[in-house]
């Protein structure tokens, strides 16, 4: 568990060096089971973040988000860093970042915080319903203490973590400038059953399952634009000279969209579940990710976010590559 007030004083000196030009973390929210991304300039704010099982959205889609907004004659731009907190799971988003090349490590000033898991909203919903005031939740080793409505309780881990902390490999942050607090102990691993079980159907029956699921895509993009590594200037989906895919929402063009997606995270994606999370459809779209991520694994050996110094999965070339595909 992270002490606020360590990660509050860390914030106000960050912010009052003058070193870093905004800080991104959570704040409560208004509503509900998810914490609020926040941003903040001043140390004044910095008594505003917090860190608890809430805290689920990845800030390290933010990063590279900034607008670059023109510059005023006579005035210089602000390129002061921008501090961030992570968890594990964030915390690889920001080393993909660092291996593309999006920024470079001298941007950024990263506050890393050990983590034992956050909540997902739509278990939590299942034990308790809706949630009209924000929630408080604790993530322990041997359960959630979660306060809801005025009431606090004590669930299972596996009843209300998200399933990607049930799995979590990297529950430290793999980079960090700064680490608010002591490292906590991992308790699971990632053996891709959930793949292996899917992998296993027919092609009939997987088609079945992904018609069924492209067919209730609404295209509204929400899972493009809370990955951290879908920062493309211009995304391939919203193109339109020339138009690789067309807007209409129909089971085609979602197909298209969700296998164009899929490859491009390939060896990339750093599995934090933000699109399935805010997918309003409920589509599982970490099962596509998930296979692609465990192929990059086995055949290249490969798994990304975990190495600032490792080269890009698809712009490297070793001559050992697998290549069976190859006509
Ligand atoms: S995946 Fe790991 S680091 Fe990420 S929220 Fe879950 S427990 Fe924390
Ligand atoms: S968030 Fe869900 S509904 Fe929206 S585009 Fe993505 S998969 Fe489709
Ligand atoms: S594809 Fe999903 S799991 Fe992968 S990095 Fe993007 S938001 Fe995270």
């Not at 933010?62 to 004659?73: A, S």
């Not at 939590?124 to 005031?133: H, W």
């Amino acid at each position: 568990m992270v002490d606020e007030n360590v990660l509050r004083d860390k914030a106000k000196e960050i912010l009052s060096s003058g070193e870093v030009r905004r800080l991104i973390g959570w704040k409560r929210g208004t509503y509900g089971y998810e914490a609020a991304p926040c941003v903040i300039t001043d140390a004044s704010q910095a008594d505003d973040l917090i860190f608890d099982a809430t805290c689920v959205q990845n800030p390290a889609s933010f990063i590279t988000l900034e607008e670059k907004l023109p510059v005023p004659r006579g005035q210089q731009p602000d390129t002061r860093k921008i501090a961030v907190m992570v968890k594990g799971c964030d915390s690889r988003a920001v080393v993909q970042h660092l291996v593309e090349k999006a920024y470079i490590r001298d941007d950024v000033v990263i506050l890393g915080i050990p983590c034992r898991g956050v909540i997902d909203r739509r278990k939590a919903e299942k034990i308790f319903g809706e949630a009209p005031q924000p929630v408080l939740a604790v993530a322990e080793k041997d359960g959630v203490v979660i306060r809801v409505n005025g009431e606090e309780k004590k669930v299972s881990r596996e009843e209300i973590l998200a399933d990607k902390c049930l799995r979590c490999r990297y529950p430290n942050p793999v980079i960090s400038d700064y680490p608010l607090g002591d490292e906590v102990e991992k308790w699971a691993d990632d053996d891709f059953s959930d793949v292996s079980e899917f992998e296993k159907e027919s092609p009939e029956e997987k088609w079945a399952f992904w018609e069924e699921e492209f067919s209730k895509c609404i295209r509204c993009y929400a899972c493009r634009n809370v990955c951290p590594m879908c920062y493309c200037v211009e995304c391939i989906v919203t193109k339109l000279k020339p138009q690789w895919t067309r807007r209409s929402t129909d089971l085609s063009e979602n197909t298209v969209y969700h296998i164009q997606r899929a490859w491009h995270l390939a060896g990339r994606c750093i599995e934090c579940m933000e699109c399935q999370r805010v997918c309003p459809m409920d589509i599982p779209i970490m099962t596509l990710n998930r296979k692609l991520t465990k192929d990059v694994k086995e055949l290249f050996d490969y798994e990304p976010g975990v190495d600032a110094e490792a080269q890009p999965l698809l712009a490297s070339y070793n001559p050992q590559d697998p290549e069976e595909y190859i006509m």
